[in-house]
Structure formats: structure tokens, C-alpha cells
């Protein structure tokens, strides 16, 4: 028999999935990132902007700009003339106008965030959530996170990207990724409800789900989850006498709110152990997905997040004034910029603060540490969602 | 600075994340400490029925001899205190600090804790209603008269999602160890200090570490102590109350509303209570739940507010170390902002006077820390929404009300003195099932008696009264 039957089929590259940055030296990787992302600036703006191609909102928009977006972004630096990114822009419909001219005929996703009550946010998407996944699995030590093995996705399902994304990532990786039913809007309601009861039902349903699924013979080596779900999964495993370890798992890619050094170390050290690795990442549908290394006890379980540069800049700025960074080490807020030909979004200030954190060889560009909830919003924002 | 780590079981834990815990009035860092996140503490309760075996272990008998010692370590000793050490007046600087609360409260809240472990012997026994302590271990028993009795543990450990702005509530779980029923507390953000030092002082009367976890942290760390042990106390407002209500589980303790009652056949001579509602209203700031909020009687009702307002409505902020310091500091940004707003909301309706605003502005910002000066408001009537206030500052209302109307209109009671000898009236406060302490007679509603329940019995609730019979011999 054909051994590639057995093993599944490593799907290609996405077209459009940027070549990994080269250089001999931090300092040449850290100056071709910057060519890199100019030239992505410059790519995107123009697509975005040009009458032929453009998006119809920021056509629209463009004409409230006191510059020619065509004319006068030539490069990251003039990011800054554009104004921030209101999230708002992105309730309700015509979705369509999120659509360039230029993917006229395409098949169009609409991926929504939140959306307790009322009017969700959504943002269309076409081969995004590829390329974003394909450039994220590249970071995955082959080890931990072998290919042809099966996924198990362990997170919210409905119209959110993850599950799609989850789902690419494994078959990219040349596996199958087995799904659970999550409904994040209903965990939501029973949160401001104060149903724990019910919370806690809801949450055994999963891992009901996800225990059924590793021990129904599927070979599922590698996980995507939360926290919060993780969590719940080791503790149930461990009561039934198994671990993520013995029940075969060996790479766990883990995002959601509440990632703290502290759980992570918890995490490491009272479940994982040394055979299991944990990729945490940091993303959202507006933008592709930060990736980090492994946090370790000898860097004191640091969770440094990484853009994946150059479709996507994270920057760490000051809270009174976005425009200026903060220097490395020291904590502002959030500042996301997506550039991708699908999607245009300068300048959102996420709802997040951290500390930045230097370029390093992996990632010659800026990262943000410590992310939290921005002080400022903390208080009325309800996390821990799933 | 002193780093307090997490206690697991008494094994210190320096987690990741730390808070700063803040003088309220310098700006001084006192110490920082280690937050802990949820699932830790839901994977610790696998150690939960440990603390209740070791704590088995110790006849009851010793382990109230251990708390007597402790009171005395706790309110005299150097104790260790994270990676350094506390002496009863750095924890009393310290508490106040936090707190806001003049550090001569603090002083008075320690004598209270230390009275309560040294008379833990007279209080079980009164709770108990003279049970042998002996069956508690044991779970069944017989009585003095001769009656087979059993009463079962309903859980291995005791959770307590404690408040920061009211330290006089660790009298409440006081009992616990001695009762051979392991401790598992979070602090509130303000008050890590209580729970630590009673720690370290039990350790070092000879309570077993593993009887007494503590875990600091945010909200979600309250949630994980009530999501994993069966029985847990919490301290919050109305809306918390109003979450766990029926829920077995959980005893919910929130806002007192506590009052005094003057009866038709006394309020004519209601100046001689005058020091008696006064101190019940004044006496520790207002902070504590048993402190009165409201005065209800059927005539002279502006008179009496305004004597009250007249002998507390004068007192200004002082320094924390004054020993006249009478108000506490609001610590928490925004929230004496919050209160006032709120009081200003309910003055606007008719019938409603503040008797205090003569005095002057309730409202005294400081750089790092806020005080509300004494208000007493006279409502005309118990249907007016002031007339169901109730804050942490000496805040009172003054209600008109028909005394024939009171015990239907006082609404949920913790503390009610009724000064009255009317026995119709005594009779249907006896009966009204809304209030918990009864105190008939001139009696400060701050005064309480420790061999009473409080907010129903700490016994009860940790132990269950259940048939059980046995022929021939049990060995358990």
C-alpha cells in the first residue's frame, strides 16, 4: 500500500505564505524584517487603496484622510498617518464591503469575535487563516508535534476561525483534527448569569467530548485548547488515573485568555512534565497568530509573544500616547496592525498591556511579555470565556 | 519588603505573579504576594481530606489547648511571616495600612480574636449545646442523657472567601481547627495579614501544617475555593447573598442592615439610648455588618437624628495612629466616590434629609486614600429607598415608622436591639424569621455575646445531626 494513504498527505503552502526572513547575524535579520515589512506596507496599501482592487470601506474611508494612502505610505512609518482602528467598524453588515474588488468571485468566510449581545464582529476572510496556520506550524518543534499525527481540537466551535484553523493546521501537518461542539456566547451567559452550576455542567460536556475522543482510537498525538479547558482536561485525566502523557498527547498549542507565567508553570510542572510541549500563542480573528517559545524555569516561565512579521505587527506603546513606543522592558499597551490583501486593520489598540520584548534570532522583530487585560478595561471585561 | 507566599498545606509556594499590598497613606510597598491561579487550588483539594485526618489525629481536647496557645502567639509573639518575621505592632501598622482602618481598631479586633481562641473551649460548648467533642471525632456517640447521637462531617475542609474592609470577621473561622476540620482560606486583597499571622500562630502552637491552605488572588481564586470545598463561608454584598441563596454549600454573610427599635412604650425617653445608638453606629467606624444602620421608631424620629448627627457628625479624618482616630480610610480607588454618589442619588427623593450636611462635607479626598465623615439621614417614612441603605461608615437612617408596621417593614436584620417591654411587640420580633441576633432591651447592637450563633451555627452548618445505629462493635 501506498504509504502516504497511511500517513495523510502534507498539504502544500497556501500561495501568498511569506518566505521565512534570512541573515547571518540578529543585526541583518533585524534589517531585512524591516525591508520585509515595508515592502508588505507598500504591497497591502496599495491593494487595498487602488480603485481596481481596493476594499470598498476603506475607499470610502480614504476619503476623510488628509493624505493619499497611494501616494504617501511608503513604508511601516507611515502606518502611523492612518488613524486607529475602531473594532466597531466591524459590526453588522454589508460584510461585503470588507471584500477587495480584487478577490471579486472568491469564496468568502465571515469569522465573528464575541457577540454575547448584540451585534457580533466580523471579519471576511479567504485564505488568511492558512497562511496565518502555515506560518504558525513552522514554529512547532517536529518532535513534540510529529507529522501525519491526528489533533484533537479542544476549543470553540461555531463561526469562529479557530475551528477551521485548527482543522487546516492538522491537515497541513498531514493529520485529521477530531472536533468538539463549544459554544463560548452560552459559557458567557451562564458567567454573567452567575450559573456555576450550570458553568461547570457545560464544561464537563467538553471534556466528556474530548475524553471520548482520546479514547476512541484515533491516534491523537497533538491538542489545540485554552487554559481553562486544559485545566479541566489534566484534572480529569488524572482522576481516572491517566495524564495528557499517557493518554499519548505530546504537543499541546494553547491560546485563550488567562495565560500567565504562573499557569503555565503550573502547568508544566504539576501535569505536563517533561515529555509534553506547550506552544503558547496570543491572536485574535483581526490578526494572524503570535507565537512564542516554550517558557522554561530558567527564564522564569517568560511568555514572549512574537507577530507573525510581516503580516502582522505587534507593538507595545505608550498609554497616553500610541504613537510612541515604549522602550524594551517596559509595559503600555497593546497596538496590533494586520497587512494582509484579504484584510487592512492599522493601528487597533487591543484590550490587552505587556512589557516589549527585544528582537530575537527566531523573530528579529519587537514582542510583547506579560500580557494581560489593559488595566483601564480590566474590571468590565468578563474572561476566562472557555 | 516582605514576600508572603502562597501556603499550600503550610508549604510555601512563590508563585509567578505577585500583588503589591500598598500603605494607604504613604504609598509604602509592605509586601508583595504571590497570586495563585485557580486550577492550583482545585488540584490541592486532592490533599483535602489529609487535613482532616491529621487534624483527627489530636483529641479536641489538645487541639483547644493549641488555640488558646495560638491567641496568645498571635496577639504577643514574633511570628515568622513569610520570609521574615511580624511582631504584634508591625501587624498592627500593617493591617491598618491596608485597611484604612486607625490602628487602634486593629489593636481591638486582635484582643477580639485572642478572646475568642482562649474561651474556644466555652463557645463549642455552647454551640454544641454541651455535646461530648468526643462524637464530633468520632461521628456518633452518646449523649450525657443517654440518647444515641450522631453528627457527620459534610466536608474535609472549611473554604472562607474573606473581605478586606472588615478584619473583626476572622472570629468566624476561628472554631474550625478545633473542630478537627482542615482551613482553606483566600484573603481579601487588603487583609492578607489576619490570615497569615493566625497561621503561623497555630503552627507554632502545634496545629498540623496540613490543615490550613492559603490562597491569595483574584476573583476566580474565590471562585475555585467555593467550586472545590464542600462547605465554604464568602463575604460580599447584597448581590453575593443574593447568588448563593439555598445553596448548601455556601454560606453567604453580606451587608447586616442591622438596627435598634424603639418600642412605642419607651421612645419618649429616647435619650437615655442616646449612647447606645450612637456607639452602635460609630463604634468601629460603621465597618462591621453588626454595626446599625438603621433607627426605627413611630414619633420624635427628626429630634433623635439629629442628636445623633450632633454628636457624630463633627468627627473629621485623623491620622491612622491617633488614638482618637475614629473613621477608617476608603484604600480602594473610587469607591467612597462611589458611596457618596450614590447617598446624593437617594436624597433626592422626597421625605428624605440629611441631618448631617450642617457639618459639613461627607466626602474628604486625600492623595492616596478617601474618608466619608459620619451621615445620619432622617426618612419620614420606611417606604423611601434611603431607609434600606446601608455602607461601611458610620452611616445611619432614622426611620418614622408605625411600630405596629416595623417588624414587616425592617426588611433582612442581622442585629436588632428593640428597646421595648410592649410583649405583643416582643412577641412577633421573637417570631420574625427575617432577624437573626435578638437583643430585647437597651442593648448596643455591637455588643454581641461569643457563646451565641452568628448568622446561623458554624456546628450545624460543617456537621450533619443523622440516625445511626450499630449492633455489636465500631471500630472506625
Redo the contacts between chains.
Sequence with gaps: MNLSLLLGAIVKDTPGKPAPVTGSTLDEKIKNAKTQLDAQVREVVKWHFSPATGTPFWLEKAKTFDFNPLSDVNGWADIAKFPMFEDDWLRGGPVTRWVPKGYAGRGVYVFETGGTTGIPKSRIVIDDFKIDYEMFSDTLPEKFFPKNSNWLMLGPSGPRRLRLAVEHLAQYRGGISFCIDLDPRWVVKLIKK?W?EHL?AYQEHCIDQAMTILSAGHDVRCMFTT?KLL?AL??RLEQEGSSISKAGITGIFCGGT?M????I???IE?YLGPEVYIAPTYGNTLMGLAASEMPTAAQ??KIAYYAPQPRAVAQVVNFKDYNELVPVGQTGRVLLTTLTKEFFVPRFAERDEGEREPPSEKYPWDGVSGVRPFHEIAAQTTV?VY | MIQIPVLRWGEPYP???KDKVVHFDTGEVLAEVS??????V??DMRFAQRARDVLREIPIADLLQMVKKAGELYAKAELPLGDGTQTPEQFVRMQSATTGLPEHMCRFNMEKNNFVLGNMDKILDSLTRGLDLNILTRGYGIEARGVPVSYQCQSPVLGMVLPSNSPGVHTLWLPIIPMQVGLVLKPGPQEPWTPYRMASAFYQAGVPKQAIAIYPGLG?IG?AV??SCPRSLIFGGTATVE?YKGNPRVQAHGPGFSKILLGDDKVDQWEKYLDIMCDSVYVNSGRGCINCSGIWASRHTEKIAEAIAARIGPVQPLPPEDPKSGLAAFTVPNQADGVNNDIEAALKEAGVKDMTAKYGTRLVKKERCDYLRPTVIHCDSPDVAMAKKEYMFPFCTVVKCPQDKMVEKIGPTLVCSAITDDKKFQRGLIEATHIDRLNIGPMPTIKLNWLQPHEGSIVDFLFRARAFQHEGPVNA
Excluded at chain 1, 500567565?260 to 499557569?263: D, E, G, I
Design positions: 452567575g456555576t461547570k487554559p485545566d489534566c484534572k488567562e500567565t507565567s504562573q499557569w508553570r503550573f502547568m504539576e522564569n516561565y476566562g | 508563585s509567578q505573579e497570586r495563585v491561579n485557580a486550577a492550583l482545585e488540584r476566580d471562585a467555593l467550586n447568588q
